[in-house]
Antibody, heavy 121, light 107 residues
Framework: EVQLLESGGGLVHPGGSLRLSCAASGFTFSGYSMSWVRQAPGKGLEWVSVIYSGGSTTYYADSVKGRFTISRDNSRDMLTLQMNSLRAEDTAVYYC??????????????WGQGTTVTVSS | DIQMTQSPSSLSASVGDRVTITCRASQSINSWLAWYQQKSGKAPKLLIYKASSLERGVPSRFSGSGSGTEFTLTISSLQPDDFATYYCQQYNSYPWTFGQGTKVEIK
């Protein structure tokens, strides 16, 4: 059974940093792309970033480009999102999601339960 | 960026009803479209990928159709477990984008 377990959320001041982690199990982690998707309170889903299976190709939403960094450790089955220069509008539940294959053109076929990030003074 | 527009934003329906949700893309996305179901306080769940392919384990009352810029999600006979919010998502090009969601409520 695929399991994705996010951690690292919390309350942070504007301008601060936070590092989210996603521990994966139940599948061959190194064979699949991974994404982060967020959902602000009461709002819809917003894709944040993707990293391909090998770890060398990444893409970001314009709203986080230059502030967030996605990475993965295929030896530890771990996905991370380093978030810097946080803003109030980054407040959201952050989901880790598994792609259906190693590269692009795959939907997100498994999701974690989410971790909450609150940016407030 | 490709904009995804869902309609309606919400609907009320009864158990057993046939429900159709439409998703329009601002430019062609070929068939790179997914549909997700999200229940309150829970993570989204993939229902349909590549516009019309049913994800494993998803009931056959769910179906998807379309290509290019216009897509539909149909629930052939609405069940109590189907009351939720549904999102379309394009994965043809980055940044990936979601529709604003369609909330399906009990009539």
């Amino acid at each position: 059974e695929v399991q994705l377990l996010e951690s690292g959320g919390g309350l942070v001041h504007p301008g601060g940093s936070l590092r989210l982690s996603c521990a994966a199990s139940g599948f061959t982690f190194s064979g699949y792309s991974m994404s982060w998707v967020r959902q602000a309170p009461g709002k819809g889903l917003e894709w944040v970033s993707v990293i391909y299976s090998g770890g060398s190709t990444t893409y970001y939403a314009d709203s986080v480009k230059g502030r967030f960094t996605i990475s993965r450790d295929n030896s530890r089955d771990m996905l991370t999102l380093q978030m810097n220069s946080l803003r109030a509008e980054d407040t959201a539940v952050y989901y880790c999601a598994k792609g259906g294959g190693p590269l692009r053109y795959y939907a997100l076929d498994a999701w974690g339960q989410g971790t909450t990030v609150t940016v407030s003074s | 960026d490709i904009q995804m527009t869902q309609s309606p934003s919400s609907l009320s329906a009864s158990v057993g009803d046939r429900v159709t949700i439409t998703c329009r893309a601002s430019q062609s996305i070929n068939s790179w479209l997914a549909w997700y179901q999200q229940k309150s306080g829970k993570a989204p769940k993939l229902l349909i990928y590549k516009a019309s392919s049913l994800e494993r384990g998803v009931p056959s009352r769910f179906s998807g159709s379309g290509s290019g810029t216009e897509f539909t999600l149909t629930i052939s006979s609405l069940q109590p477990d189907d009351f939720a919010t549904y999102y379309c998502q394009q994965y043809n090009s980055y940044p990936w984008t979601f529709g604003q969601g369609t909330k399906v409520e009990i009539k």
